[in-house]
Nanobody
Framework: VQLQASGGGLVQAGESLRLSCAAS????????MGWFRQAPGKEREFVAA???????VHADSVKGRFTISRANAKNTVLLQMNSLKVEDTAVYYC???????????????WGQGTQVTVSS
């Protein structure tokens, strides 16, 4: 299984970015996929997860600004990030499979990171 993330970049606070992660090697249409991020000097943290278009979960820090969605025909998970803040600066990682229990997501597969930098 391979997860290929793209879409990171440098933006100013208040602007938007959309991250995309394409999975290959198996079908993830009914399997959880999600996003994590890791800022410099901090631990990796959960951002959002999606099982289908109706069932999604977002971290409190991004609720109302970020939206996760699926494009299963393309085995892809997207992360639309609006109203970006400086504190959203991090390397963003896509993830797939694994377990989500008690509010904790433990992926089975990880993609490479994509850098998101938000300037003030």
């Amino acid at each position: 299984v391979q997860l290929q993330a793209s879409g990171g970049g440098l933006v100013q606070a208040g602007e938007s970015l959309r991250l995309s992660c394409a999975a290959s090697g198996r079908t993830f249409s009914s399997i959880v996929m999600g996003w994590f991020r890791q800022a410099p000097g901090k631990e990796r943290e959960f951002v959002a997860a999606s099982w289908n278009s109706e069932l999604t979960v977002h971290a409190d820090s991004v609720k109302g600004r970020f939206t996760i969605s699926r494009a299963n025909a393309k085995n892809t998970v997207l992360l639309q990030m609006n109203s970006l803040k400086v504190e959203d600066t991090a390397v963003y990682y896509c993830a797939a499979g694994g377990t989500y229990k008690g509010g904790n997501y433990s992926p089975a597969y990880w993609g490479q990171g994509t850098q998101v930098t938000v300037s003030s």
